[in-house]
Structures are given as C-alpha cells and as structure tokens.
C-alpha cells in the first residue's frame, strides 16, 4: 500500500476513476474540480445513458493505437466493466457491443464513483480551477490557493493547456465527433429529416472511409451518429458522398428505375421516385440530377457535399489535440519531463471513435495513471 500523497487535477471520468483507484490502494488523495459539482460531463453522456464502453474497444479505435495499447491491454472491456462491478455498477452490451448501465441512467455511473470517493476517503475540494503546477508537485489555483502531493496526475479533459505550465507541448485542439458543416445547395430544404445512407469520406478521389446509418439533414449540413463517427476523419475540401441505397448496385438500380419509367410513364421527375423516400428528398434528388432520368441513378448513389468544417462546436462531443504523447511514457502514463506527473484522459491528444471509446479511454487511462503514481500494479 502506498500510503503516498496524490493530487488529481480534474474531477471528470479520468479524475473519478483515478481517484478511486489510488484511494484503494492507500494513497491520501486530493481531488481538485473548478466546477462545483464533479462529473457533470459524466451526465450528458450516451444521452444521458453513459455509453462507457464497448465490447470492441482497441486499439485501432483510436488516433494513437501504440500509445493507448499498454492502458488498453490491462483495462478492456471486461476488466472495466469488472471495475464497475465492483463499485456497485451492473452493466449490459446492447446489440452493437456498446456498454451501458443497467439503470440506463448516466447518473448510476457517477453515483457509484462518487460513493466510492466518499467510502475510500478521497478529499474533494470543487471550486478549485487549477491554474499552474509547479515541478516538486504543488497545485496553484487561480485565487492563490495550493495542494502539494508527492504525485500529481491531471486530467483536466480536452483543450485544457495545463500541461503546458511545466513546459509540456500540447498539439491544436479542434472539435470532433460532431455534425458536419457542408455545401448546402444539394440538401436545401431537407433540414430536420432522417434518411438512412451509406456516407463515404473522399479527399483527392480517394475514398478514405465508408460508413453506414442514419444521417440528419440540418440548416447547415448534415448531423447523426455516422456523420460524429466521420467527423473525425474529416477536413474542409473533402467530399461527403451519400448513397441512398446502399444495398442495390448502380446497374440494378438503373434497371429499376427503366422498370418503374415504363410502368408509370406519366410520373415525369420527382414523381418517379414517389414511394422511395420522403417527398423532400425525393425533389433533392432530382434537382441534383438536373431533372434527367439518365443521371438519377448515380446521383441516389452518390450524392456529393462538400465539407466546410465542424457544423455546431457546442454539440463536438471531443476535443482533439492536447498534450504531446511523445513526452509521456504509455506504460506508466509518467512525464518524461517530470517524474512526479502523470496524465490521463482527453487531455492528452487521444480521441477514439464514437461508440463508448472515449470514456473507456478515459477511465482506463485514469486507472493505469493512478496505479503508477502509487506504485501499484493493475
Ligand atoms: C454531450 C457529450 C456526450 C458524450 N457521450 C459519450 C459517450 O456516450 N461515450 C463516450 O465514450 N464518450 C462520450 N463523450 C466523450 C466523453 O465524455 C469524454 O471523452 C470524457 O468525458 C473525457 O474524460 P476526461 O475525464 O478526460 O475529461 P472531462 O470529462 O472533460 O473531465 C475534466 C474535468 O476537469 C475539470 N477541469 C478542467 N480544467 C480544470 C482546472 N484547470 N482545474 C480543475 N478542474 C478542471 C472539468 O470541469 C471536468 O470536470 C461525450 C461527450 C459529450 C460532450
């Protein structure tokens, strides 16, 4: 047992559960949070649900696969969930392998880990913003205050600059997994409706990544889980390209609409597609096709917006960018700089995809941190 003195700057998912788990190893902890209530992200999360992991969680889910792989390999999914259980959390895998508390209430997940704070005697003080750090392991905050601890380990989220007051390096942070901001012309008047595609990713005539799921049209561009999920691959000039029909070749299709002409000859445009898809999408469509039956097919098949940039910041569910993986150690989690620190969660420039990933890093990551700063083997 440690018995050490660790301060943790950041009551989020990374700081709740590094603070548990140095509490259960014997270390005194400190848990600094400049909002006045900690884990209030925890709550939006999932839509309220805390999606907080998932059965596929890897690597290759995310920006950095060698950096997370240490934290990964001794936290996955099933050793996390292992974790909640045994803080009093129960757990179920939906079809899709996402995790999420029985309850469905995001609430359930911060409960047990602030109970647990309380049981292992983690000392909370919110209203803290920590605003500097000293290398022997002192904490300023803003208004004068300071903690000490023989370690101090931040986790303080995305597009935090912390770090950088013992000269860690951060990387630009932009927001992701958020809608996409795009050419409006060829979805004008679609904002508010749903439609089931395959959305491809293109930049430079190449296909970068294909996914598949309901995307929301808004005023802006276009939202929903598969476009958050590309957001993360994109920049502005790349070219969403959206398939309406995934599941019938272009050659079908063509076949098909002959078949529906010759059946319905009086249906002239818009009409054709009567039936198919919402009225609104129906004119879309047309419209980009130029009105001519020749070039419906392809255009159901791929129609194309280009990406202007993220479509609503405030709805970005991850920042990326953050500190500089090269200057901390993925074993331990450990600045190399700085002996006494270590680094967990979002503030470190790792994003994963949608889908439980980023909370899962963000525990797993917490937990490995707070293990090293107290000695401790996971
Ligand atoms: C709407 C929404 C929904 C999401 N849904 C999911 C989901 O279902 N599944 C998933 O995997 N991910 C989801 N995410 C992403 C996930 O919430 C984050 O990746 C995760 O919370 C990161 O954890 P963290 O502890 O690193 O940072 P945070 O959770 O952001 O916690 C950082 C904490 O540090 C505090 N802080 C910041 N600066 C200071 C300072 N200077 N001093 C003291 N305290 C400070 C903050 O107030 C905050 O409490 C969602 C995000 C959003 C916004």
Redesign the pocket.
């Known amino acids: 047992m440690s018995g050490r003195q660790i301060v943790i ?7 709740l559960a590094a603070a548990v788990t140095a509490a259960r190893l014997g270390a005194q902890v400190t848990l ?4 006045d209530r ?5 709550l ?3 839509n309220g649900r ?3 992991s998932n059965t596929a969680v890897a690597p290759r889910a995310y920006n950095a696969p060698d950096f997370v792989r240490p934290a990964l390999s001794r936290m996955g999914c099933e050793a996390l969930r292992n974790f909640f259980a045994s803080l009093g959390l129960l757990t179920y895998a939906d079809a899709e392998g996402r995790i999420y508390p029985v309850s469905d209430a995001a609430s359930s997940v911060l409960d047990v880990l602030r109970l647990s704070c309380e049981e292992y005697g983690v000392r909370i003080l919110c209203g ?4 500097r750090l000293l290398p022997n392991g002192t904490v300023c905050a803003a208004d004068g205050r300071t903690v000490h601890g023989d370690a101090v380990i931040v ?4 597009g ?1 600059a ?1 770090l950088q007051s013992v000269g860690h390096r951060l990387t630009p942070f932009s927001p992701i997994l958020c809608p996409l901001a795009t050419d409006t012309t060829p979805i004008r008047g679609l904002s508010g409706l749903r439609a089931k595609c395959a959305v491809t990713l293109r930049r430079g005539g190449q296909a970068l990544v294909t996914q598949r799921g309901e995307l929301l049209f808004r005023d802006y561009g276009v939202s929903g889980i598969v476009i958050f999920d590309l957001s993360r691959h994109a920049q502005p000039g790349d070219l969403l390209s959206l398939d309406f029909l995934p599941d019938i070749p272009l050659g079908k299709l063509e076949e098909l609409l002959a078949e529906r002409t010759a059946a319905h000859p009086a249906r002239l445009g818009e009409a054709l597609l009567t039936g198919m898809f919402h009225s609104r999408v129906n004119a879309a469509l047309c419209r980009a096709a130029g009105g001519r039956v020749e070039r419906l097919a392809r255009t159901l098949k791929g129609l194309c917006l280009e990406v202007k940039g993220c479509g609503d910041r405030k709805q970005a ?2 920042t990326r960018g953050g500190a500089v993986l090269s200057e901390f150690d993925s074993a331990t989690l450990r600045s190399v700089r700085i002996p006494t620190l270590y680094a967990a ?3 470190l420039d790792i994003d994963g995809a949608c889908g ?5 890093w ?1 525990f797993a990551s917490g937990i490995l941190a707070a293990h090293s700063a107290s000695g401790g083997r996971i």
């Open positions: 700057a950041g009551g989020g998912a990374a700081g600094l949070e400049r909002a900690v884990g209030k992200k925890i939006q999360t999932g805390c999606n907080l803290f913003e920590a605003a986790t303080t989220g995305g935090t912390l569910q991850v969660g979002e503030t439980g990933y980023n909370l899962h963000a």
